[in-house]
């Protein structure tokens, strides 16, 4: 079974995606993608205030790039390649997963919840790798990861 990743996203961002707005997801840090061992699904939980497990998308492209390299592969705006700079401290390793088949659970999960069925369940600051219990409770819950 492949392993999959859930993603902390701040509930604004999450906005932006949920809108269609923001088309890439930007992380400084990730594993190695190209593993294939590691699910191209990725699970979204929205942080404070929401904490819940809110929904998931699919990767689309990906690239693990210099800063100047990838705003050049996923066609930013000038805009958009000045707020993410702010981000990216260390421009040496970046990654982008483009965000494609997003998926809004009908019944997310919330951190209460979580923790009452997966004691020490904690979401982790950037991402974490999905315990596969906590998967397939989601799969329960909404149908699909």
């Not at 061992?37 to 809110?54: A, E, H, L, R």
């Not at 690239?63 to 421009?91: C, G, P, Q, T, W």
């Amino acid at each position: 079974m492949q392993k999959n990743l859930l993603l902390s996203i701040q509930p604004r961002i999450v906005q932006e995606i949920v809108d269609g707005k923001k088309l890439f997801e930007f992380r400084k840090k990730l594993p190695r993608m190209d593993n294939s061992g590691i699910s191209q699904t990725i699970v979204i939980y929205c942080s404070s205030p929401k904490m819940q497990i809110f929904g998931s998308f699919k990767i689309g492209r990906y690239f693990h790039e210099n800063f100047e390299e990838l705003m050049i592969k996923v066609n930013a705006a000038e805009s958009y390649k000045e707020r993410i700079s702010r981000y990216f401290k260390d421009k040496s390793s970046c990654h982008a997963m483009e965000i494609t088949e997003l998926n809004i659970y009908d019944f997310p999960l919330g951190l209460t919840e979580l923790r009452e069925k997966f004691p020490g369940f904690v979401p982790g600051q950037s991402y974490r790798y999905l315990d596969d219990k906590i998967s397939d409770l989601i799969i329960k819950h909404n149908g699909e990861l």
